[in-house]
């Protein structure tokens, strides 16, 4: 039986490579539970949807209307998490590298809610002086900011560098976000300040970060990797990603400050690549394989929970799958991991942005 599950994977790689992560075993016990839908201790579980979890966190963002970035929300999960929440009333803040793209989802969204409030603006999260300049011109629109999703990513097969001379899917998963959350959470503390409404950041993962080991997560070598494997760099990122959360959650209490930073997996997610093969043999695999896969909208479930749930109130630097909260691997809960990463990234941007020292 595992053998199947795993000439599946070989064969719809890379939408659904989290699974290799799992052994026999638990792969079983996932599987069942997916196939099942059992729910969790939040009510929500594998085949919740997002705007069934945004429905029911509605009263939220009724006395007060709520603003929201999204990255990456052009296309998939990110979509129907800017869909999903703007059909509850929270004005969505779309940055989108194809400005055509992000306009058309406007349109759906306006279709679908003519009263949502959807901002479009240019960003390239790959490039640290693009980011830069979206949030100085967020920040000149005078507007609150009270959720920030950090949804954007790439799996990329071949070695490819940014502008800046990063690895593309380290700086793209990994460092945009990261300059992107520092620049913008001191606005997301004020408004919290001002509102009294916590403040949310959701760092998108996934539990194929538990393949990192520590021997291969060095920094300079996720900058500059020698031999590059496409799988590996995707693993790499969505480790940081986590770390990220627990150290930024940290740093967050010692502030007293009233917003908070989780890490979601939104599971293993249906995408196009299964109208791409025809064939009695190709169908049949792929139509086990779509049983174990989740739609967008259940693969968008976790991030509104994250968002919205009032049961995520005072959360912070916690791991959520399938809308509750789960284990990540013993790497990515190593406090001095996170910071040591922290510092790097730190002392890095601030060399190549701003030429000032760490």
Known sequence: MCSIYMLVVAIVL??????????????MKE??????????PSGYGSKSTAEQVAHSCSYLVDSQRLTAIITGATSGIGAETARAVAKRGVTVVIPARDIKKAAELKERIRKDNPNAEVILCEIDLSSLASVKRFCNEFLALGLPLNILINNAGIFSQKLEFSEDKFEMTFATNYLGHYLLTEMLIEKMIETAEQTGIQGRIINLSSVIHSW?????????????????????????????????????AKQLKAKNANVTINAVHPGIVKTGIFRAHKGFITDSIFFIASKLLKSTSQGASTSCYVALSPQVEGMSGKYFVDCNESNCSVLANDESEARRLWRQTRALIRRRLYQTPC
């Open 31 to 40: 599987t069942l539970r997916y196939l099942a839908g059992i729910v969790g």
């Open 212 to 248: 990192v080991g520590r021997d291969c997560f060095h920094f300079n070598q996720m900058l500059h990797p020698i031999n590059y494997n496409g799988t590996r760099a995707y693993a790499q990122s969505k480790l940081a990603t986590i770390l990220h959360a627990k150290e930024i």
């Open 14 to 27: 890379p939408c659904c490579f989290e699974i290799l992560s799992l052994n026999c075993g638990t792969l």
